[in-house]
């Protein structure tokens, strides 16, 4: 198990994938991450990884991957965590890798770098999505439920900002609509998400249990129900209270880790 945090690039975590022979793992970060662009270009990546590895302290002639033995029982408990919550943030990353009973591995991903630590108590799970998504404050919202057609909902990520904030400041616009435009500018037109997934790297399989997909504005939180989408072409924009919502994130990770 890990004794302190582990802080890793991306072409770290690959070289360390690869020399515990991992391969399938490092090459969809290759792949996903458009690493490497020819052949001829692994063998001189692998090497200015590993001695990257060298330099921060991470090697270890006695390991059989020669690698730290932190490090090394890291990358095997992430192979075998074969269920994770992934939550996004803009272009930041967090994934709680279950690994057993209550003992979780909790990875942060920012600007090509990778933290590592232990999490022992899930009563930090509450705490730990509040902070990811810099939401403090709970308070009741003031807005109301709104439907969206699925069309119109899509416009928003194609058509430029200015026209959003135009219509966000029209008074005429919805007061829901008016705010969720405002909140969705100030994230770069994208919405967040908060996925659960089963994987089994033995098996090469992977299975996306369920996926929410929200927004943050100031003090609540903004929840997307699809859940009708397919039948009736519309999706609802729910504000919900910050401790209400992730409150019931919390609930869900516990009954996924089987907690």
């Not at 515990?20 to 692998?46: G, V, W």
């Not at 929200?214 to 699809?226: A, E, G, Q, T």
Request: glycine share 2%.
């Amino acid at each position: 198990m890990l004794d302190s945090k582990i802080i890793l690039t991306t072409n770290e975590l690959v070289a360390a994938f690869l020399l515990c022979r991992y391969e399938k793992a490092a090459e969809d970060i290759i792949n996903d991450q458009q690493l490497i662009q020819d052949e001829k270009d692994i063998e001189p990546f692998s090497i200015q990884a590993e001695n990257l590895l060298k330099q921060r302290g991470y090697w270890a002639d006695g390991t059989e991957s020669n690698l730290q033995k932190g490090l090394e029982n890291l990358i095997h408990l992430l192979i075998q965590s074969k269920r994770k919550v992934r939550c996004i943030h803009r272009k930041r990353v967090l994934i709680v890798h279950h690994v057993q009973k209550d003992e979780l591995i909790v990875q942060e991903i920012e600007n090509q770098n990778h933290s590592f630590s232990i999490l022992r108590s899930r009563e930090s799970f509450l705490e730990m999505l509040k902070t990811f998504y810099h939401s403090y404050t709970d308070k009741k919202p003031e807005h109301e439920i709104f439907e969206m057609d699925e069309d119109s909902f899509d416009e928003f990520h194609e058509v430029e900002a200015d026209v959003i904030k135009r219509m966000a400041e029209d008074p005429k616009t919805h007061p829901t609509i008016s705010q969720f435009s405002f909140d969705f500018l100030a994230n770069n037109q994208e919405l967040d998400n908060i996925s659960f997934v089963e994987s089994d790297y033995i098996q090469n399989q992977t299975r996306l249990d369920q996926v929410a997909f929200l927004l943050r504005s100031d003090n609540f939180i903004w929840h997307l129900d699809y859940e009708n989408i397919k039948k009736t072409g519309s999706l609802y924009l729910l504000p919900v209270a910050v401790d209400e919502y992730f409150g019931k994130i919390v609930d869900t990770m516990n009954e996924f880790y089987d907690l």
